[in-house]
Each structure stands twice: as C-alpha cells, then as structure tokens.
C-alpha cells in the first residue's frame, strides 16, 4: 500500500535517493535550447519542449539506478500549458522507465476543492463515465496545517489506487522553525505534533513492509529532529528535502532510517541536475554527469546505514 513499491525499488537497487526534476530553463544545456528556439522562437513552448529533453536524457541515465524522481510542479507551471504538458509527459516518461514518480505539489485545501486537487495526482477524473488519470502520480506532497479535512480525499484517493502522500512536517528551510518549533500547550512542538497526526492517519493506509502510505516532509538540515521523528514515527516513511546544496550532510541524513536501512527516501535536484556544470564538462554529456552525481550521493548515504533489507 503506497509506498511499498517505492521500498521494493530501494531495496533492489540498494539506492535511498530520489531525484528532484525541478528544472529552470538555465539548467539545460545550450544547445538543447538552441535547438528548440530555433524550431519553436523564443517562447514557451521552446522553453518547455527543452526541459522535458533534458528530463528524458536523465531518466534515461538513472532509471536502472534510482528508484525514483520527483517533478516539483511550480517550475512547470511557471511555463504555463506547454509547461503542464511537458510536466505530464516527465512524469509517465519516468513510469515507463519503471521509476517511482513523487509530485511535489505541497497542495493544502479541504472539501470538495482538495477532493479535486487528489483526482487529478493521485486519481482519476471522470468524463462522461469514463475514468482517466490526470496525471497519475505515485505520490503527491501536501501542507497537512489545514487538518484531516484536508487529508481525508488524500487517503479516499490513495486507498483506492495504490498511492502515497508525504506531509510537510519538519521542513529544510531556515524560517521553519517560526512556526513548526513552537510549542504547544501539550508541550509537543507543533512539527512533532504533526508528526502524530501522519502516524494516525496512515493507519488507514498499513504497509506490508511496516510503513503506511502517509509519510513525512522531514529536512536534511536539522538532524536532531530527524533522529527524534525517526523515534517517534515508527510506521512513517520520511521524504528528506535538503541533502547538499541546502547543507544536509550524509551522516545527519542517517538518522532519518531505521536499523534495517529503511524507512526514507532523500532527495537531491539541483546537484543531479547542473552536475554536468560542477565537473565542468561537454554539456552534451549532461545526463552521464547526472548519473555519476547519483552514483556518488547513494555512496555517500549508504555509507552511513546497514545494508538496506526487507525483514
């Protein structure tokens, strides 16, 4: 249930790593957007039809390696339909490819408006009696801060098809502690808090291998915190933002699983993705760059943890 291919993926590959396809036009290569400006002019449709180029180059590099990738919604949008369609195309490029695919879309509603918003991820989306999947994620990150009401249609949706949701709970960024460090009057931080709610709400969605299908946004960058939600959320699987660029290093990153190596996924973008820019190499060896990037981060994590195994 959930995330239970995402685990059989991690096993397989002996690889905790999921990679951000959060693409900016200035990450792909020259000569890739050339190319496109030249057929399309200066517009989005360039723009799009360039990254979703350099997406597939990089599946095509990593899927026999990483289990999966996480398109970030707002850098498609941002490029309007086309960039919706090459969202759309990334994502069941990567599931072809056998890849596990994370939205991180961070969607926040209630009623009938979040019941939208799990059909066209997770779901399905009813034409006139026929049932088609809009995007058809795997997963999908949501803000659970608006309560269950906005979790329920998550859990409606991922019961019925298969599918996970991570919720931001203790997230990388340097201002989250304004709000998610305060204390309640429980005496429980309101990210621990948090953290209680996906324990409960993922017993609606039980695992075979321990772990619901509600997991948890847990960052790279406050270790700490990891080590005491990885304690206290026995049954949720993390998704840890934050590796690299933001600071979170491999050791503090092992705190986020459990004894047999599992128990979460981290991520990495930028670092993947500009990779060839790092080594300084031909950019038309972009997607080969990627692929070392992500060879060299699963060594770097997996150093730190026991051999990653199904009990």
Not at 28 to 50: F, N
Not at 127 to 156: H, K, M, Q, R, W
Not at 241 to 270: C, M, T, W
Not at 295 to 311: F, G, H, Q, T, V
Request: charged fraction near 25%.
């Amino acid at each position: 249930m959930g995330f239970d291919r995402l685990i059989e993926g991690i096993v397989r590959m002996q690889n905790p790593t999921v990679v951000g396809l959060d693409p900016r036009l200035e990450y792909v290569p020259e000569y890739i957007v050339e190319k496109k400006i030249y057929k399309h002019g200066k517009t989005l449709k360039a723009a799009s039809k360039a990254i979703l180029e350099f997406n597939k180059g990089i599946i095509d590099e990593i899927h026999d390696i990483c289990p999966a990738v996480k398109p970030q919604a707002a850098y498609y949008e941002m490029y309007g339909v086309e960039g919706m369609k090459a969202f759309y195309k990334t994502v069941r490029y990567a599931q072809k490819k056998g890849m596990f695919v994370i939205t991180d879309g961070k969607r926040n509603d209630i009623g009938a408006t979040m019941t939208a918003y799990a059909a066209a991820h997770l779901g399905y989306t009813d034409v006139c009696g026929e049932e088609i999947a809009a995007f058809g994620s795997d997963a999908l990150t949501v803000n659970g801060y608006l309560g269950t009401d906005g979790i329920s249609p998550l859990i409606e949706q991922c019961r019925a098809n298969d599918k996970g949701i991570f919720v931001l709970v203790k997230t990388s960024n340097k201002s989250s502690g304004e709000l998610q460090d305060l204390t309640l009057e429980s005496g429980k931080t309101v990210y621990a808090a948090m953290g209680d709610m996906c324990e409960s709400w993922g017993e609606q969605l039980q695992g075979k291998y321990g772990y619901s299908g509600v997991g948890a946004v847990v960052g790279a960058t406050y270790p700490e915190q990891l080590a005491q939600m990885r304690e206290a959320l026995p049954h949720t699987f993390f998704l840890v933002p934050g590796y690299g660029a933001q600071g979170g290093g491999a050791e503090g990153v092992s705190k986020a699983f459990d004894k047999n190596g599992l128990g979460a996924i981290v991520n990495s973008s930028r670092a993947v993705m500009c990779a060839y820019k790092k080594e300084e190499c031909d950019e038309r060896d972009y997607a080969k760059a990627a692929r070392r990037e992500v060879i060299r981060m699963k060594e770097d994590i997996i150093s730190y943890l026991p051999k990653i195994a199904i009990e």
